[in-house]
């Protein structure tokens, strides 16, 4: 019994976890006003009751407007309206198509979270057609999201910041006794820098999203979208313990907290999500010769700045976001940060992403983290391996029960259970862990 109640509790602390619904920021337009401005399309009108309270807590962290704002007209079809979202592909660039929403909104429209069944929030009471619409108003500039460096690969890149630090007489070689002091446990420091927030889905419009893709990769991301958003099937890869992938380290609850340790040759950072990266410093290229779920990473200092290359990535999607393909290659910047006094306080990061196949251009995120701790600490990183009963039902993620055959009671000796099933039927077993009764009898 104690270890089918495990089992549950690990269940819905992956549920919590992964469906964590984080506050993305009110809309600056208010509700009458939005709410007043009824869609005079082809689209059903939602009535009274459609939606709950919008002073409610969910609502006021995912704000639901009921029509388009004023002077904004719905489209004739949208994703909750299409019978086949492949034929819209003229609308997709348009922030109506998705009713202004982002894509973490579109994701959550019917439960606040991934993968449950709770009673209609944002996808109101008729869904789809009654679906929620986002702020208009709002978005990310898509300047703000494309690379600001001329390079168009990952390669050029690189070689470019190897090149300035050669000029300069490097790259720079440390010794263990040399080498800058970043050992440590970091958390993202917010406060600082939120440029990164439109990689989350929280904050620009869905369209945005779509217009950095190329045309198959556009097609994928708004098949995500619909069946998410319309079929109510969230398919996050971690629900099922399938691979985060290399991209989801950046993500909002992904790898924002992480284990820093530094050596000469290797630099090594565990993230939240089980992923662990390795920074191969000095290496002078790549080796592998296959794709790897976390790819491949090189690198080399110059100064006290650290400059890495990852290649060789297995094609994958990180929920929320795009699918990217097995031609993506990043490179990545860490510097020092440090306070008003000159003591060290964290890492900025910046990371630009190359995928000829996915992106029509590259793109990139920045980060500020803070040291939170140093190694010598009370502080544990702690492997948490990946425990589910998710499974795919109906096309729909669902919570399996004990009843189920495909339950796996993780705590309670699965590997042997299914040996007595398949192998030991009928077999005649001692029923006192395995010693027999007449050696406990003289133990008496």
Not at 26 to 31: E, G, I, K, V
């Amino acid at each position: 019994m104690k270890a089918r109640l495990l089992v549950l509790l690990c269940a819905c602390a992956v549920l919590i976890a992964l469906g964590w619904n984080s506050p993305i920021a009110p809309s600056t337009t208010a509700f009458a006003q939005q709410q007043g401005a009824l869609t005079k399309g082809k689209q059903p009108l939602p009535k009274p009751g459609d939606y709950p309270d919008p002073g409610n807590t969910q609502e006021r962290l995912t704000p639901t407007f009921v029509g388009p704002p004023e002077g904004t007209p719905a489209l004739p079809i949208d994703l909750f309206t299409s019978k086949n979202f492949y034929k819209d592909q003229k609308y997709w660039l348009d922030p109506r198509y998705t009713r202004c929403n982002t894509s973490r909104q579109l994701s959550d429209m019917w439960s606040g979270g991934a993968g449950g069944n709770a009673a209609p929030t944002r996808i109101g009471k008729r869904p789809p057609t009654t679906a929620a619409w986002g702020d208009c108003g709002a978005d990310v500039p898509k300047d703000k999201i494309v690379s600001p460096y001329p390079y168009k690969t990952a390669k050029e890149h690189y070689e470019a910041l190897l090149a300035a630090a050669k000029a300069k007489g490097g790259p720079t070689v440390y010794t263990k006794a040399t080498i800058p002091d970043w050992d440590g446990y970091y958390a993202r420091d917010m406060s600082v820098n939120t440029q990164a927030e439109w990689y989350w889905g929280t904050m620009a419009h869905d369209s945005t999203i779509v217009s950095l893709l190329n045309p198959e990769y556009q097609k994928r991301y708004i098949q995500m979208n619909y069946h998410e958003a319309v079929d109510n099937s969230p398919q996050w890869p971690g629900s099922f313990c399938y691979p985060e992938g290399f991209m989801r380290q950046w993500s909002q609850t992904g790898g924002g907290n992480f284990q820093l340790t530094m050596n000469v040759y290797d630099v090594q950072q565990i993230t939240g999500i089980n992923e662990l990266r390795q920074i191969m410093v000095g290496q002078p290229a790549h080796v592998e010769k296959g794709p790897q779920w976390y790819g491949e990473t090189i690198g080399f200092w110059d100064g006290t700045t650290l400059v890495a290359w990852t290649a060789n990535v297995q094609d994958w999607w990180f929920h929320t976001m795009f699918e990217y393909s097995d031609k993506m290659e990043a490179v990545q910047t860490l510097k020092p940060a440090f306070d008003a006094s000159g003591a060290f306080v964290g890492l900025d990061e910046e990371v630009v992403f190359y995928d000829p196949v996915a992106l029509l251009q590259p793109v990139y995120v920045t980060y500020r983290y803070k040291r939170a701790a140093i190694l010598n600490s009370d502080r544990r990183y702690n492997y948490n391996g990946c425990l589910s009963n998710i499974k795919d039902v109906s096309g729909r993620p669902k919570q399996l029960t004990e009843v189920d055959p495909r339950y796996v009671d993780y705590y309670g000796r699965p590997w042997a259970k299914n040996w007595e099933k398949y192998f030991e039927v009928g077999w005649d077993k001692p029923q006192d862990g395995g010693v027999p009764r007449d050696i406990l009898d003289t133990l008496k």
